[in-house]
């Protein structure tokens, strides 16, 4: 989310004096490579790409009102902690995670910290973790060890999705980049491609037809996002890319050979957040406050997108979406820290509201029938869905900065019959913390709480009157 025209971001095309290659071929002037483990280098502070300062999802912003925090007083940047005999020492992440074990309770299994930098974007898939930061690396990570890594030279990484043998990575500049495992060393990692392809974006600049006016006096051929990239997500059928951006539109990309098929015009202000659910549906969700629901159609041998309704319409920014794994209860986080939700059975009636952040919900994730939700206010909260009905298992404190991203999977060394979740926190204070939390911790806490004489986990209401968020008003527009 965003609120001025203070900085906007042009990127410049550079003159390309490389022939037409594949469809999936890369910009010549970009310095990007993967690296193993044993040859990263430091990365020097002056090279960071800075968001602008404005209110956006990235909770850089004169709005914000949570206290300041101090990433020094982290207990894992204890000078004292000798990291020279570290076959990583080179690397500006550490590891401070326990040997793995049969943990029976929900709280924190350990961290990864970084030196410098913020934590923009994470994902998972199956013992990998990615993380992306404002050093433009995407680090990869092992059962919770440094195993790999990828770099691009230009924009931080804001989004990280898995699909299939390719991860895709939105970045500050306003492209997209694809990468690759090597089929004969899992940890080194090939850029295969950007988004738009050069290409694709020189034959489309030929046409005048294809330019669009971005603002007073300037143009853009329309299949480049000119501004930050701030979510990425997959189609159900994972044929189709959906990319978001500050620009105010969703771009429409087919997976197999990476063409920009549509662009939508979709909010008066930067798209914060989508998501695809509900039989195909997009749902997109904005700084203008507004949540809007589009539905796909086939036309011919391709696809276009139609505006359905508008979910919900309110001051306060809509900062993230996310839709459960059934496919049932879509939920929105705002900067009001309020979490609603709605039913797809109930034709999309509006459940609720989680009331559990005293700052902006920035983050969402969703697990069997968990939803977590992470905030400016530090915290991280657990929900339990019982049918229709919400309540906070438990509130996960240690980050001492704004939790901007989220990542969840299911824990594979479970015992037992009961489901247990491996919970990934980025946060601004430069780390990633690494939760194990179970759908019972409720009652565990309060057991542990009433042994140790300690108050046991508030919950919360899960339906609860709209009327609060009007008192909410916080300046997202442009000025």
Same mark, same amino acid.
């Given at each position: 989310m965003r609120n001025s025209r203070k900085s906007k971001m042009v990127t410049e095309e550079n003159s390309h004096q490389q022939a037409f290659g594949s469809v999936m071929q890369s910009d010549p002037n970009e310095d990007e490579y993967s690296f193993r483990i044993s040859n990263i280098s430091e990365t020097s502070h002056a090279n960071y790409d800075r968001p602008p300062p404005r209110l956006s999802s990235d909770y850089n912003s004169p709005h914000n009102t949570s206290p300041s925090w101090d990433p020094s007083s982290s207990p894992y940047l204890d000078p004292s902690w000798d990291q020279t005999t570290s076959p990583l020492s080179k690397s500006p992440w550490t590891s401070h995670v326990e040997p793995s074990t049969n943990y029976s309770y929900t709280g924190l299994m350990g961290s990864l910290v970084r030196e410098e930098g913020h934590i923009y974007s994470l994902a998972a898939s199956g013992d990998l973790l990615y993380t992306g930061s404002d050093s433009k690396n995407i680090r990869v990570w092992k059962n919770h060890k440094e195993f790999s890594g990828f770099k691009s030279n230009s924009g931080l990484v804001k989004a990280i999705i898995i699909a299939g043998e390719r991860i895709f990575t939105g970045h500050q500049d306003g492209k997209i980049r694809v990468w690759k495992v090597s089929g004969k060393d899992p940890s080194v990692y090939k850029r295969i491609g950007t988004l738009p392809t050069l290409t694709a974006y020189i034959k489309s600049s030929m046409?005048?037809?294809?330019?669009?006016? *971005?603002?007073?006096?300037?143009? =853009?051929?329309?299949? &480049?996002?000119?501004?930050?990239?701030?979510?990425?997500?997959?189609?159900?059928?994972?044929?189709?890319?959906?990319?978001?951006?500050?620009?105010? *539109?969703?771009?429409?990309?087919? =997976?197999?050979?990476? &063409?920009?098929?549509?662009?939508i015009n979709a909010h008066d202000d930067a798209v914060n957040s989508i998501v695809v659910g509900f039989n195909g549906q997009l749902f997109s969700g904005s700084a203008d406050g507004t949540v809007k629901i589009w539905r796909k159609e086939s036309q011919g041998k391709g696809t276009k997108h139609f505006f359905s309704q508008t979910l919900l319409k309110q001051e306060c920014a809509v900062t993230s979406l996310a839709v459960d794994p059934t496919s049932n209860f879509l939920y929105c986080g705002s900067s009001d820290g309020l979490v609603n939700f709605w039913q797809r059975d109930k034709l999309l009636t509006h459940g609720g509201v989680l009331r559990g952040h005293k700052l902006a919900t920035l983050c969402l994730a969703t697990a069997g029938n968990l939803i977590f939700s992470g905030s400016a206010d530090n915290n991280i909260c657990v929900w339990r869905r019982d049918g229709n009905e919400h309540i906070c298992l438990s509130v996960l404190s240690g980050h001492s900065g704004p939790v901007k991203c989220l990542a969840v999977e299911e824990d594979k060394e479970q015992t037992g019959g009961e489901r247990h979740f491996i919970v990934y926190s980025g946060s601004l204070d430069k780390s990633v913390k690494i939760w194990r939390v179970s759908p019972q911790a409720q009652q565990q806490l309060q057991n542990q709480a009433e042994v140790m004489g300690m108050s046991p986990p508030q919950t919360f209401p899960s339906a609860c009157s709209l009327g609060s968020q009007s008192s909410c008003r916080v300046s997202q527009r442009r000025k």
């Amino acid at each position: 989310m965003r609120n001025s025209r203070k900085s906007k971001m042009v990127t410049e095309e550079n003159s390309h004096q490389q022939a037409f290659g594949s469809v999936m071929q890369s910009d010549p002037n970009e310095d990007e490579y993967s690296f193993r483990i044993s040859n990263i280098s430091e990365t020097s502070h002056a090279n960071y790409d800075r968001p602008p300062p404005r209110l956006s999802s990235d909770y850089n912003s004169p709005h914000n009102t949570s206290p300041s925090w101090d990433p020094s007083s982290s207990p894992y940047l204890d000078p004292s902690w000798d990291q020279t005999t570290s076959p990583l020492s080179k690397s500006p992440w550490t590891s401070h995670v326990e040997p793995s074990t049969n943990y029976s309770y929900t709280g924190l299994m350990g961290s990864l910290v970084r030196e410098e930098g913020h934590i923009y974007s994470l994902a998972a898939s199956g013992d990998l973790l990615y993380t992306g930061s404002d050093s433009k690396n995407i680090r990869v990570w092992k059962n919770h060890k440094e195993f790999s890594g990828f770099k691009s030279n230009s924009g931080l990484v804001k989004a990280i999705i898995i699909a299939g043998e390719r991860i895709f990575t939105g970045h500050q500049d306003g492209k997209i980049r694809v990468w690759k495992v090597s089929g004969k060393d899992p940890s080194v990692y090939k850029r295969i491609g950007t988004l738009p392809t050069l290409t694709a974006y020189i034959k489309s600049s030929m046409k005048p037809s294809n330019y669009i006016e *971005t603002r007073r006096n300037r143009n =853009a051929v329309w299949i &480049k996002h000119f501004d930050a990239i701030s979510c990425l997500c997959m189609s159900e059928d994972q044929k189709l890319l959906y990319s978001a951006s500050w620009d105010k *539109t969703i771009k429409v990309w087919r =997976a197999s050979d990476s &063409k920009c098929l549509e662009s939508i015009n979709a909010h008066d202000d930067a798209v914060n957040s989508i998501v695809v659910g509900f039989n195909g549906q997009l749902f997109s969700g904005s700084a203008d406050g507004t949540v809007k629901i589009w539905r796909k159609e086939s036309q011919g041998k391709g696809t276009k997108h139609f505006f359905s309704q508008t979910l919900l319409k309110q001051e306060c920014a809509v900062t993230s979406l996310a839709v459960d794994p059934t496919s049932n209860f879509l939920y929105c986080g705002s900067s009001d820290g309020l979490v609603n939700f709605w039913q797809r059975d109930k034709l999309l009636t509006h459940g609720g509201v989680l009331r559990g952040h005293k700052l902006a919900t920035l983050c969402l994730a969703t697990a069997g029938n968990l939803i977590f939700s992470g905030s400016a206010d530090n915290n991280i909260c657990v929900w339990r869905r019982d049918g229709n009905e919400h309540i906070c298992l438990s509130v996960l404190s240690g980050h001492s900065g704004p939790v901007k991203c989220l990542a969840v999977e299911e824990d594979k060394e479970q015992t037992g019959g009961e489901r247990h979740f491996i919970v990934y926190s980025g946060s601004l204070d430069k780390s990633v913390k690494i939760w194990r939390v179970s759908p019972q911790a409720q009652q565990q806490l309060q057991n542990q709480a009433e042994v140790m004489g300690m108050s046991p986990p508030q919950t919360f209401p899960s339906a609860c009157s709209l009327g609060s968020q009007s008192s909410c008003r916080v300046s997202q527009r442009r000025k």
